[in-house]
């Protein structure tokens, strides 16, 4: 099965367990709705409001799911608030955790010895943290010609804190999920 078919599967799997979380039958159909109908943002909405208004508690890693799922249909900005506003399920482990700002300053990608010459200049913002073996999942941006990091993220980089940039890999924009399925792979 190549990766395409692999992240549809993993998708869809993704899709029916969020639309499970949500309090009425009505509201999971709709969601459903969206994602057959093409309307994946409108049902990103539709999924945080309700976990919102429900107070739905949600743990890190359906948390870090939503993240990914809403960065993958150019959401993130627009739904990142409200993914770190939902309550956190008191019986969570913890494994996984958006950082906080303090921790997601965009660093340039020399700073942190990356290797690859094409993202040479790039912005690395620090975003997902495994907290069992350390592994972090940054957005690459390029640099606006004002300094800032570009608006989408052009490749991510999932690297161990504690180990040297030998074990760094590279994903291109397309390859979003399996970065984050290394992130995930916790040895």
């Not at 957005?139 to 074990?167: C, F, K, M, Q, T």
Request: charged share 30%.
């Amino acid at each position: 099965m190549g990766s395409g078919s692999r992240y549809e599967a993993y998708e869809d799997d993704l899709w029916e367990r969020l639309a499970a979380l949500l309090p009425s039958t009505e509201d999971a159909e709709n969601f459903r709705d969206c994602r057959e109908s093409g309307h994946q943002e409108a049902g990103l909405w539709i999924l945080m409001q309700r976990i919102l208004e429900h107070r739905v508690p949600i743990s890190d890693r359906t948390r870090a799911e939503i993240e990914v799922l809403a960065e993958h249909w150019g959401e993130r900005l627009a739904r990142h608030d409200e993914i770190i506003a939902c309550v956190r399920d008191s019986a969570d482990e913890g494994s996984l955790r958006l950082l906080s700002d303090d921790c997601s300053t965009p660093v340039d990608s020399a700073q942190l010895g990356i290797p690859d010459s094409a993202l040479k200049g790039s912005l690395v913002v620090p975003w997902l943290e495994c907290m069992r073996c350390g592994r972090v999942l940054a957005r690459v941006h390029a640099r606006e010609p004002w300094g800032d990091p570009s608006y989408l993220a052009a490749h991510y980089i999932v690297w161990h804190r504690a180990a040297s940039n030998d074990e760094l890999e590279i994903y291109d924009d397309p390859d979003l999920h399996n970065a984050f399925e290394l992130l995930l792979g916790c040895k």
